[in-house]
């Protein structure tokens, strides 16, 4: 049984020591005989983007010229024709994934910082006979340090020594090309680096005439007008594409003959729950190999691709969306689908704007899958119902919403102790110290409150305090008796003895208007009237019908204005 080794990304490294390695080789034949010149190839995070290309790297380039016992054994060494392709290319091997600084500056000079380091790695070319004294005193001086007035072109020169050098062109494999401008669109420097990486990506694989292939790889497909407005050379393989379906991620089958080597075969249905879900062109059943290896290494379930990153773009668009995403999320966490279309090239303009623009984000990130296709017949526009990828994700987004009420600053917990024992003054203090707390953080970065609707906010602000409750069903803007509630709140299993005497609640918002007759001049009457809804409107019609007994049911009705609240109760 092969050593698994966790977190290990260098193809030279597993091969050397044995380890578990899944054999994706056929992707250096795929790619290579495609012939494209540029390849972006996007897929989620911890899929393997960067084994591939270090693969790929120890196959073409002439620096693995004496390793071909790296790949004996393996799919790509079946065929004389690789056999005598491999370790022949000087090939350009560069990762932006540590570009992850909160200001522009710092970023592009992280960016020239890398390239200077792939200079040095080349320093050999100093002593080349087939430069002139001239090309190298330039690479000297780029050697020490790359300034912004000669990083645009620094990838290109470096192709035209290597290729002057060796007599063929070069390779270029660029690693998580979208990790700076994801970082800058979430720290506010976006149109700086856009700026910045079209000027290097046109001089890099545009008018790169040493150029013999190049493939850049990321999690999603950046608009083109963005940063590839220049390139007419490019081939974009997105999780929607055919190509290469199965060399990123694990296959059903190859997780299954994992799991008989790893004595864990009797675990495949919970294996299919937990990691399970996601789908590559017209092959389904693809499995996340990071939560596969981690789960063959430790021999428990765990939701392990969840919690290697912070998840912080989707967070933030989630948390500060307005509260139909909010609403779209709690269907999601409860099997619930969204039906929307989908545009793969992420425009992070349109995320400002646009909250549906989130679901292609969740989409290309892996959160969610495609569950059903519909094509309108004349215009062939395809919708996309979409559901939740597998348990992991679900676990992530429910604890990823707990973490945003679980400051300790903050009394949420106690609030919803106070709600469901009726304690209504305690409510009143505690919604009153959160509105204190959270309105502003709630109500910065991407959207000025005067866009906000302060029914949404409020909405939001209390369903997410309702999501954190794991023995309740939350639902939201539901039908029942003659309109729609705001929120109901029902124990999910009251067959538990111990569960079988919850509470269940009705909750109404109503905004205090001071144009409103005479009989709501206060909170208090705007609350009495939110509680009066509940009852002309019969919104207990849907919990009575589930067997839950009037008496177990408490409304709640808020009145709200600005940071102030008051929260009335009946039975």
């Given at each position: 049984m ?5 977190g290990?990304q260098?193809?030279?490294f597993l091969?050397?020591n ?5 054999d994706?080789t056929d992707?250096?034949r795929?790619?290579?005989e495609?012939?494209?010149?540029v ?5 989620p995070?911890?899929f393997g983007?960067t ?7 120890c ?8 390793r071909?016992d790296?790949?004996e054994?393996?799919?790509?060494w ?9 370790g022949t290319y000087p090939v ?25 380091n792939?200079?040095e ?5 100093l ?10 005193e330039k ?5 020490r ?6 990083v645009?072109d620094?990838?290109?020169f ?8 060796f007599s ?10 979208d990790?700076?401008l994801?970082?800058?669109?979430v720290?506010g ?5 856009v700026?910045f990486i079209r ?6 694989f ?5 150029l013999?292939?190049?493939?850049m ?5 950046v ?5 590839f407005s220049?390139?007419?050379n490019?081939?974009?393989?997105t999780t929607?594409?055919?190509k290469y379906?199965t060399?990123?991620g694990?296959?059903e ?33 693809i499995?996340?190999p ?10 428990r379930f765990?939701?392990y691709?969840?919690?290697t990153?912070?998840?912080s773009l ?6 500060h ?5 909010k ?5 999601l966490l409860h099997g619930?689908?969204v ?12 995320l400002?704007?646009?909250d549906d623009?989130?679901w292609s984000l ?7 899958k495609?569950?059903d ?6 215009t062939?526009r395809r919708?996309y119902?979409?559901t ?5 994700v ?5 604890d990823?919403?707990?973490d945003w009420f679980a400051?300790?600053e903050?009394?949420y ?13 305690e409510?009143?203090?505690?919604m ?6 959270m309105?502003?953080?709630f109500d910065?970065?991407k ?5 906000l ?7 939001g602000?209390?369903?997410g ?8 069903e ?17 124990p ?6 111990k ?7 009705v909750?109404?918002f109503?905004?205090?208007n ?5 009989y709501e001049?206060t909170?208090e009457d ?10 002309e409107?019969a919104?207990?019609t ?6 839950i007994?009037k008496?177990q049911?408490?409304?709640?009705g ?5 940071k ?5 109760m009946?039975?």
């Amino acid at each position: 049984m092969r050593t698994i080794s966790i977190g290990a990304q260098g193809f030279e490294f597993l091969r050397e020591n044995d380890c578990f390695y899944v054999d994706k080789t056929d992707f250096i034949r795929e790619w290579w005989e495609y012939k494209d010149i540029v390849t972006l190839i996007t897929r989620p995070r911890r899929f393997g983007k960067t084994l591939n290309m270090d693969t790929l790297n120890c196959f073409f380039s002439n620096k693995y010229a004496d390793r071909a016992d790296l790949f004996e054994g393996l799919n790509i060494w079946k065929e004389e024709k690789y056999r005598k392709l491999q370790g022949t290319y000087p090939v350009i091997f560069l990762s932006f994934a540590s570009v992850k600084e909160t200001k522009f500056e710092a970023a592009a000079h992280r960016i020239m910082d890398l390239i200077c380091n792939l200079y040095e790695q080349y320093d050999f070319l100093l002593d080349s006979d087939q430069l002139s004294e001239t090309r190298k005193e330039k690479y000297r001086q780029r050697c020490r340090k790359i300034e912004e007035s000669t990083v645009a072109d620094s990838l290109n020169f470096l192709s035209e020594m290597l290729q002057l050098h060796f007599s063929r062109r070069v390779i270029i494999l660029l690693d998580e090309y979208d990790t700076p401008l994801q970082e800058a669109y979430v720290s506010g420097y976006w149109e700086e680096m856009v700026a910045f990486i079209r000027s290097l990506f046109n001089a890099a694989f545009k008018t790169n005439t040493h150029l013999e292939r190049a493939i850049m790889t990321g999690i999603t497909r950046v608009s083109k007008e963005s940063i590839f407005s220049d390139l007419n050379n490019l081939e974009v393989v997105t999780t929607t594409s055919e190509k290469y379906a199965t060399a990123f991620g694990f296959t059903e089958e190859e997780v299954f003959a994992s799991m008989e080597e790893f004595g864990l075969a009797n675990q495949k249905e919970l294996v299919k729950k937990w990691y399970d879900g996601f789908t590559f062109g017209d092959v389904t059943d693809i499995y996340n190999p990071w939560s596969i290896t981690k789960y063959l290494d430790k021999k428990r379930f765990a939701p392990y691709w969840a919690n290697t990153s912070s998840n912080s773009l989707i967070g933030l668009l989630i948390r500060h969306g307005e509260i139909e995403v909010k609403q779209t999320m709690e269907n999601l966490l409860h099997g619930g689908f969204v039906e929307t279309m989908i545009d793969e090239e992420i425009i992070f303009k349109q995320l400002d704007s646009d909250d549906d623009a989130i679901w292609s984000l969740m989409m290309a990130s892996g959160y969610l899958k495609i569950i059903d296709i519909t094509e309108e017949p004349e215009t062939f526009r395809r919708t996309y119902r979409l559901t939740l990828t597998n348990l992991e994700v679900k676990i992530m987004f429910e604890d990823l919403i707990a973490d945003w009420f679980a400051a300790p600053e903050i009394p949420y917990n106690r609030f919803l102790r106070a709600m469901q024992t009726a304690n209504l003054r305690e409510m009143n203090i505690y919604m009153n110290e959160i509105l204190l707390e959270m309105v502003s953080s709630f109500d910065t970065t991407k959207r000025p409150s005067e866009k906000l609707h302060p029914e949404r906010f409020y909405h939001g602000l209390v369903l997410g305090l309702m999501a954190t409750e794991r023995k309740y069903e939350v639902r939201s803007n539901g039908e029942s008796g003659y309109g729609r509630y705001d929120i109901t709140m029902v124990p999910k299993d009251t067959a538990r003895e111990k569960d079988k005497n919850l509470p269940s609640f009705v909750i109404e918002f109503k905004l205090f208007n001071p144009d409103a007759p005479d009989y709501e001049k206060t909170l208090e009457d705007t609350a009495r009237r939110a509680l009066e809804q509940i009852e002309e409107k019969a919104y207990d019609t849907a919990i009575l019908s589930r067997g839950i007994t009037k008496e177990q049911i408490y409304h709640y009705g808020f009145g709200f204005e600005g940071k102030k609240v008051y929260i009335g109760m009946d039975r």
